[in-house]
């Protein structure tokens, strides 16, 4: 990511690579059976929660214009459909080494976004809205998305006890 010089884009990527930091040493200090667990009664397990992570942050890749998701399968497990919706789910081995190679593929590839190409518009908005609204922009995604990042792990941290 070139002209780092600008505050508002490296305020907007130090928090985004600063939640994926904080979730991934999170999730490497829970095992396998913490992460089964429900957060609280009735709640999402933080098996769903790392699938539905995982399933977000493959889909900036597209929504970046960086390319293709790499588990687009995941959608419609984690995203589409609730925790206890009864479709079968990758395991927590599985989903930790997906974790990984989607999270060190868009890091590699944000990084080499300029500070024109994340003022762009993403691709899930027209180039009519973008007129009206450029703030729908690639920066923007980013920013949303360290944010909901940081949700989910505060939630995930409830399983460790």
């Known amino acids: 990511m070139e002209n780092k010089d600008n505050i508002a884009i490296k305020i907007v990527w130090d928090s985004f690579k600063s939640n994926l930091q904080r979730a991934s040493k999170l999730l490497e200090e829970l095992s396998d059976e913490q992460l089964a667990l429900e957060i609280s009664p009735s709640k999402n397990t933080g098996h769903y929660l790392l699938g539905h992570l995982i399933a977000v942050n493959d889909n900036i890749l597209p929504l970046l214009g960086l390319g293709q ?79 909901h990042l940081a949700y989910h792990v505060g939630q995930i941290a409830l399983l460790k006890k």
Request: aromatic share 6%; no cysteine.
């Open 69 to 147: 998701s790499l588990y687009s399968e995941l959608v419609e497990v984690f995203i589409k459909n609730a925790d206890k919706s009864g479709l079968e789910k990758p395991t927590i081995s599985q989903l930790r080494k997906q974790w990984h190679v989607v999270n060190k593929l868009l890091l590699e590839k944000i990084e080499l976004l300029t500070y024109e190409q994340l003022l762009e518009k993403h691709t899930s908005v027209s180039n009519e809205d973008f007129a009206k609204e450029p703030h729908r922009n690639k920066l923007n995604v980013v920013l949303s998305r360290a944010n």
